[in-house]
């Protein structure tokens, strides 16, 4: 061996990750096993270790060469992927290289009783012999998210030549059921494996350590010791030799004694499940059986949360700056995936979520926008649907039998607060459900009123018929005011669709209801970080969700008229069907040319909202428009069924792998969209919206609650208030009102009452407004002992 030197070019280029167009996922089922691995462009992807957030490598793949040859695999090669089994996250990979001289076959799996992904390989020579070429591995170690300081070496554990990495408190080792004849480490973009391979260098075998950098690990197999043939293992580990213990133990144990521990645990997963198989419109594959892999494979077994997906939107030009990408909790895709797991008939799945949920509640009642597997926040905005749909989550599990009458209890303290930050703080939204802007989101009012309904039954069964009557009367308040939030009449839109008007994306958070819709909403993701358009022309099917949520009908003419609109300005036909955008001028998406969103770029389609849609065409009566739109929304998967979070629209552009209706270079798979796959093929087979909330229907479609107390705030002032209606005046701390409806001639003191959720309401009496007149009034404060320094007046008015 050439004397030992340092591999120059430290501590090499700026890490990046890799394509977020996965082509697979997998784990095993047993909490033993915590390793997930993803798979794209026929190679090994990110892999999570220890925790379902952490990915710790960039990718895993090969590099050919031979006499004046130099063929890397994810590149050079025409691939195939596909389950080796329906259900089974088990996956054989054919990579054939374009210019016909070889073929590399794997299995990928993982252990099921250790941190472990095993690679069984199959090197074939198409051309020439097994002795004409090398087979070169190489592994980009990201230890705990990130690709800067990882240190890698060449090593031996028990007299076994490994290659080893170590980063941030983990361990990584790679085991080889063959020799190597070479290994080395280097600085990625200057003396790692593929650099020095494609100069011609060959494998540097004096690079024996890399310190302190973004770096890669190397070896060469010896492609004859078993006639083209050999499993690897990556282990993971706090420890290096724990790492290699580990990868050892897997690479030693029969390989098809683990395969089958493997498959035997998915099996059984997916007997416990409802059978839906023949719903889906796709042939061949079994896209419901995909659907319900992905679900289980972003599930922490030991908590029970999932996060949104295994991939970093982008990925290939984002670095270290990006930890989170999208694996993360967020609690809404969190719930809507829980729907999922109910629909498929993985009720104690389900529940877990819901358990966990409880766990990371803040103490104030609300959830995080995102946080991490243990809870910590990641980003620190306030979309207070994430409120309630925990809310609606148990209510499901309930009704779905889940929760048992005598466990009701457990979670009644999580509804209360949950409900009483909903109360304090909504129903405008710091964010919408696109974590955007603030304001009347109609999306965000359907969770919030859907949700208090549900608190309000919640609190019955726990004996608080006061607070349950306080949260449906605020419930009713909110589902009379809708309109006056987000419903915009009298626009160019409007005019130019000859409509009487439409659901607004957002609704502008302060004013009347005309200020609503020409307030402007700030677009985000733009060039012009400054660009503004008035509520009032900006459109998205979130509108919807007032029908999934049971709050109107789905023919109700509002509502037709908002679906005029929708398809006006936001749904693009493609071969495969109709596909929609989030909202008009959205720039969440790739540039004009295909380069990656950097910040901002242009919205593309989104496959889910054509899953959303086809619950409204179910909702409105249509089954078979319903089954054409789970077609197109099938379609937009890859190959091997991922459905990701956008497909491109543009022409095509090969060098940048974007065709029109295909993948784009965002999320894949989206958990939340294969969540609502498999909620549609429910709804189908069932002929009803699966997860439509029963209570609201029942209230506000099927019947007309009596009219709702009439709220006055100190951040939203009712100026006026027909005759006969209640005037509830509410606060956020006690307060003394001093009141009089003959203009102070007669004055009168009276408490605000405490709800019990962080709320103080005074209800004037029905009979002082029966008439036409004025109600003054104003508010000693007590626990600051000052008066409020201002009188406030609402009209009372005779309406015909």
């Given at each position: 061996m050439a004397d030992l030197i340092a591999p120059p070019?430290?501590?090499?280029?700026?890490?990046?990750?890799?394509?977020?167009?996965?082509?697979?996922?997998?784990?095993?089922?047993?909490?033993?096993?915590?390793?997930?691995?993803?798979?794209?462009?026929?190679?090994?992807?990110?892999?999570?270790?220890?925790?379902?957030?952490?990915?710790?490598?960039?990718?895993?793949?090969?590099?050919?060469?031979?006499?004046?040859?130099?063929?890397?695999?994810?590149?050079?090669?025409?691939?195939?992927?596909?389950?080796?089994?329906?259900?089974?996250?088990?996956?054989?990979?054919?990579?054939?290289?374009?210019?016909?001289?070889?073929?590399?076959?794997?299995?990928?799996?993982?252990?099921?009783?250790?941190?472990?992904?095993?690679?069984?390989?199959?090197?074939?020579?198409?051309?020439?012999?097994?002795?004409?070429?090398?087979?070169?591995?190489?592994?980009?170690?990201?230890?705990?998210?990130?690709?800067?300081?990882?240190?890698?070496?060449?090593?031996?554990?028990?007299?076994?030549?490994?290659?080893?990495?170590?980063?941030?408190?983990?361990?990584?080792?790679?085991?080889?059921?063959?020799?190597?004849?070479?290994?080395?480490?280097?600085?990625?973009?200057?003396?790692?494996?593929?650099?020095?391979?494609?100069?011609?260098?060959?494998?540097?075998?004096?690079?024996?350590?890399?310190?302190?950098?973004?770096?890669?690990?190397?070896?060469?197999?010896?492609?004859?010791?078993?006639?083209?043939?050999?499993?690897?293992?990556?282990?993971?580990?706090?420890?290096?030799?724990?790492?290699?213990?580990?990868?050892?133990?897997?690479?030693?144990?029969?390989?098809?004694?683990?395969?089958?521990?493997?498959?035997?645990?998915?099996?059984?997963?997916?007997?416990?499940?409802?059978?839906?198989?023949?719903?889906?419109?796709?042939?061949?594959?079994?896209?419901?059986?995909?659907?319900?892999?992905?679900?289980?494979?972003?599930?922490?077994?030991?908590?029970?949360?999932?996060?949104?997906?295994?991939?970093?939107?982008?990925?290939?030009?984002?670095?270290?700056?990006?930890?989170?990408?999208?694996?993360?909790?967020?609690?809404?895709?969190?719930?809507?995936?829980?729907?999922?797991?109910?629909?498929?008939?993985?009720?104690?799945?389900?529940?877990?979520?819901?358990?966990?949920?409880?766990?990371?509640?803040?103490?104030d009642g609300h959830w995080s926008q995102n946080s991490w597997l243990d809870g910590r926040p990641y980003w620190s905005g306030i979309q207070i649907d994430e409120t309630g749909f925990p809310i609606l989550l148990y209510d499901m599990l309930l009704r779905a039998g889940a929760i048992a009458p005598e466990q009701r209890a457990h979670y009644t303290a999580m509804i209360r607060d949950a409900a009483g930050y909903i109360i304090r703080n909504g129903p405008a939204t710091q964010q919408d459900r696109w974590e955007e802007d603030g304001g009347y989101s109609a999306f965000t009012i359907a969770v919030e009123i859907s949700a208090l309904l549900a608190a309000a039954d919640a609190m019955e069964a726990a004996g608080e018929s006061e607070l349950a009557a306080y949260l449906t009367a605020t419930a009713d308040g909110w589902n009379e005011q809708i309109d006056d939030w987000a419903y915009a009449r009298d626009t160019e839109i409007s005019r130019k669709l000859g409509i009487d008007g439409y659901y607004m994306r957002i609704g502008y958070s302060s004013g009347d209801a005309n200020a609503r819709s020409h307030g402007l909403i700030p677009i985000r993701n733009r060039p012009d970080g400054n660009e503004a358009f008035e509520a009032g022309l900006l459109i998205s099917p979130d509108a919807l969700a007032l029908v999934r949520f049971g709050l109107r009908a789905a023919d109700d003419p509002r509502i037709l008229d908002t679906v005029k609109a929708i398809d006006a300005l936001l749904k693009r036909d493609l071969p495969a069907g109709p596909y929609w955008y989030r909202y008009n001028d959205d720039g969440y998406g790739e540039h004009q040319d295909g380069a990656p969103f950097d910040g901002y770029g242009i919205g593309r389609l989104w496959p889910l909202l054509t899953g959303e849609r086809a619950h409204y065409e179910l909702a409105a009566g249509r089954p078979q428009e319903a089954r054409r739109l789970l077609a197109a929304m099938e379609a937009a998967a890859s190959l091997g069924g991922l459905i990701p979070e956008q497909i491109w629209d543009g022409d095509d552009i090969p060098e940048r792998e974007l065709f029109r209706g295909r993948p784009s270079g965002s999320a894949m798979p989206l958990v939340w969209a294969h969540a609502e796959h498999i909620k549609l093929l429910r709804s189908l087979r069932d002929n009803a919206v699966f997860d439509m909330p029963p209570h609201t229907v029942n209230r506000y479609v099927r019947n007309a609650p009596p009219p709702a107390p009439v709220v006055w705030r100190l951040t939203a002032k009712t100026g006026r208030i027909a005759a006969g209606r209640i005037l509830r005046l509410e606060f956020l701390e006690p307060a003394q009102v001093h009141w009089s409806t003959d203009n102070w001639t007669k004055v009168l003191d009276s408490s605000a009452a405490a709800t019990g959720l962080g709320t103080y309401i005074f209800d004037l009496p029905n009979g002082g407004l029966s008439g036409e007149g004025t109600v003054r009034f104003t508010m000693f404060w007590p626990q600051q002992n000052r008066w409020e320094g201002s009188d406030f007046e609402v009209a009372i008015v005779r309406v015909a």
């Open positions: 070019g430290a501590p090499g280029i700026p890490p990046r990750w890799t394509s977020s167009a996965k082509s697979a996922v997998g784990t095993a089922v047993r909490a033993e096993s915590k390793v997930w691995f993803t798979i794209s462009h026929g190679i090994l992807n990110e892999i999570y270790a220890g925790r379902l957030d952490s990915a710790c490598i960039r990718d895993f793949g090969f590099i050919v060469t031979a006499r004046d040859y130099f063929s890397e695999e994810k590149r050079d090669t025409r691939q195939t992927v596909e389950m080796i089994e329906d259900g089974v996250p088990a996956f054989r990979l054919v990579n054939t290289s374009i210019d016909g001289r070889y073929r590399i076959t794997k299995i990928v799996f993982s252990d099921p009783l250790r941190e472990v992904v095993l690679q069984q390989i199959h090197f074939e020579a198409l051309t020439g012999t097994l002795a004409d070429y090398r087979l070169h591995a190489i592994v980009a170690p990201h230890l705990v998210n990130a690709g800067a300081g990882n240190t890698g070496w060449c090593g031996s554990f028990k007299g076994h030549q490994l290659l080893f990495a170590q980063g941030r408190s983990l361990s990584l080792a790679v085991a080889c059921s063959v020799p190597w004849l070479k290994r080395s480490v280097g600085y990625v973009g200057v003396s790692d494996a593929w650099q020095t391979l494609s100069r011609g260098e060959g494998l540097r075998s004096e690079y024996q350590r890399a310190e302190n950098g973004n770096v890669a690990l190397a070896g060469t197999l010896d492609l004859i010791a078993d006639g083209g043939r050999a499993v690897l293992t990556i282990g993971f580990g706090a420890l290096p030799e724990e790492a290699g213990l580990r990868a050892l133990l897997s690479l030693q144990q029969p390989q098809q004694a683990v395969l089958q521990l493997y498959c035997q645990g998915w099996r059984q997963k997916q007997s416990e499940l409802l059978r839906l198989d023949d719903i889906s419109e796709g042939k061949g594959l079994n896209r419901y059986r995909v659907s319900t892999s992905v679900l289980a494979t972003h599930r922490d077994e030991a908590s029970g949360a999932i996060i949104a997906s295994l991939s970093i939107p982008w990925g290939f030009s984002n670095g270290d700056d990006d930890l989170g990408g999208y694996h993360l909790i967020w609690p809404r895709d969190l719930v809507e995936t829980a729907g999922g797991l109910l629909a498929c008939g993985a009720l104690t799945s389900a529940k877990s979520v819901l358990d966990y949920l409880v766990a990371i509640q803040e103490a």
